[in-house]
């Protein structure tokens, strides 16, 4: 399975964005797609999940209310809109795919996900 995210930029604070993650290779609906961030000099970070049917979203705290995780499985692409962006959402962005038969605890869990695409720069300015 390939993955490519695209849609990050510069936005300044109180802005929105949303990424997008095209999935290739495989087949779409056996997988659960996750985001994950990695901010400058920080370890990377689970930011959202969707399972493989687009229900059950999970969200880290951080957020949770600002964020909203979807997916199209017609167009194979999950999405992640990113609203009220706040200068510590800087980061780059990767999307990730795990078997859809993960358990919804072990969402947050980027070692257990098989497939990762190359990253996207959203940069949040003040």
């Known amino acids: 399975v390939q993955l490519q995210a695209s849609g990050g930029g510069l936005v300044q604070a109180g802005g929105s964005l949303r990424l997008s993650c095209a999935a290739s290779g495989g087949t779409f609906t056996n997988y659960a797609m996750g985001w994950f961030r990695q901010a400058p000099g920080k370890e990377r970070e689970f930011v959202a999940a969707?399972?493989?049917?687009?229900?059950?979203?999970e969200y880290a705290d951080s957020v949770k209310g600002r964020y909203t995780v979807s997916r199209d499985n017609a167009k194979n692409t999950v999405y992640l809109q990113m609203n009220s962006l706040k200068p510590e959402d800087t980061a780059v962005y990767y999307c990730?795919?795990?078997?859809?038969?993960?358990?919804?605890?072990?969402?947050?869990?980027?070692?257990?996900?098989?497939?990762w695409g190359q990253g996207t720069l959203v940069t949040v300015s003040s």
């Open positions: 969707i399972s493989w049917s687009g229900g059950s979203p």
């Open positions: 990730a795919a795990v078997r859809r038969t993960i358990a919804r605890s072990q969402l947050q869990a980027d070692v257990l996900y098989d497939y």
